[in-house]
């Protein structure tokens, strides 16, 4: 029985009062997280940094969404995603308006590591979000929320203007306002989950660390979160990498490069509510095998030699590409609250961790290939052997669970 079921009377509107704005709090956290997509091309101009330490620039922030997500879905059981969620966007505002005053490149992956703060928000958001629906309309609910990640198109659409007329430091210290007033906004309008809602009126005390972090043995957690580590941790990867890949490979300017990357990004991200409603009727397991047949399919192609691919085909590929990881990572986290409804924040916290390193070691992955090689496209025949592995591994698992007569739940199989 879940959360909804079983706490206090809530008005009609309060669930999807909780989820909208949360996900409008979620697209400017995720602007926030993915800013040095594009002020990160200047400041390398600036500082004269090699692809390596761009790839180390632009993952540091999401190094700290991706560690941090852990710890904050913990603390969202054990405090309320309304306290949490708010106070998290306002550290995160903070930390991008201080790095507007960095000069040195050591600054600036210090004040990245403060950016970073507003991806955690995530899995507090999954956490927040999820209690307020029944399990059959869940997948649609945090698929929703996922969609989210269109913050990065934004980013992507609007920093470049304001870059070029007011100059990268004014990027940050608008969308650091912007994130502080979206605070302020959540705390005011929301109110507590009715799970957290229910404990507190209960009394019941907070689970312990080996409570929380048990689901961890099981090898499936590992499985879901390699999953997501292609599903949104490449997307992330892609989000900052392809800006740099365009002017590096057609030498577009960046306000092209910016426009034609978020033609990635939004599909990427909008569709994620589609993968939602895709999972709850169709199942998880079969949205993640048509992603992951796509997505073989694609990154194969991409990883030709850029000289092989029009700019055209590059843009059509790349659009089906974040079409169906949009699908993969909402089926990704279908899967959660429905084999471990009692622990969704510490297994979201991990797999959205894996997720978010992905987004942290692959444009580092990216860059080091890129020096080493020469080859622009070797970053996709990295992703395309991700995929490889994680659908055998999947299918593999399927396969053994099919011998041995074991059922997933309904809404995920």
């Not at 106070?87 to 308006?97: H, N």
Request: proline share 4%.
């Amino acid at each position: 029985m879940s959360a909804i079921e079983k706490a206090p009377p809530m008005s009609a509107s309060e669930p999807a009062k909780a989820l909208w704005i949360s996900t409008v709090a979620f697209t400017l956290c995720f602007a926030v997280w993915t800013i040095f997509a594009i002020i990160g091309i200047r400041i390398k101009q600036d500082l004269g940094l090699n692809e390596a330490e761009f790839g180390l620039l632009v993952g540091t922030p999401v190094l700290t969404g991706s560690v941090v997500r852990i710890v904050l879905g913990i603390w969202t059981g054990r405090y309320g995603g309304r306290l949490v969620y708010t106070l998290t966007m306002l550290a995160a505002a903070l930390a991008t308006f201080l790095l507007s005053y960095a000069q040195t490149y050591t600054q600036m992956v210090i004040a990245g590591l403060g950016v970073g703060l507003a991806g955690g928000s995530f899995a507090v958001g999954v956490a927040y979000v999820s209690p307020f629906f029944p399990a059959d309309k869940q997948g649609t609910a945090l698929g929703i929320f996922g969609a989210g990640n269109v913050g990065a198109a934004v980013t992507k659409f609007a920093a470049p203007f304001v870059l070029i007329a007011w100059g990268w430091q004014a990027v940050a210290q608008i969308w650091a306002v912007g994130l502080a007033l979206m605070a302020i906004v959540f705390w005011f309008t929301t109110t507590d989950d009715p799970a957290f809602r229910l404990r507190r009126e209960r009394g019941v005390a907070s689970k312990s660390l080996a409570e929380e972090f048990a689901p961890l043995q099981n090898v499936q957690v590992w499985r879901f979160s390699l999953y997501y580590f292609f599903a949104f941790g490449g997307f992330v990867a892609l989000s900052l990498w392809l800006p740099r890949y365009l002017v590096g490979v057609y030498d577009f300017n960046l306000e092209t490069a910016g426009i034609i990357a978020a033609a990635y990004s939004i599909p990427g991200s909008i569709f994620r509510a589609f993968g939602g409603v895709l999972s709850d009727k169709k199942g998880a397991r079969s949205v993640m095998y048509a992603m992951f047949a796509v997505s073989a399919v694609a990154t194969l192609v991409l990883s030709l030699p850029a000289s092989a691919i029009t700019p055209a085909i590059f843009i059509v590929v790349i659009f089906v590409l974040g079409f169906f990881m949009s699908l993969g990572k909402a089926a990704v986290y279908k899967h959660i609250p429905a084999y471990y409804p009692e622990n969704v924040g510490a297994v979201g916290g991990i797999v959205g961790m894996m997720g978010g390193l992905g987004g942290f070691i692959l444009p580092i992955a990216f860059g080091l290939l890129k020096d080493m090689t020469g080859l622009w496209s070797s970053c996709f025949l990295l992703l395309f052997a991700i995929v490889a592995i994680s659908l055998i591994w999947m299918h593999l698992s399927v396969k053994q669970l099919s011998r041995q007569g074991h059922s997933a739940p309904v809404a995920a199989t």
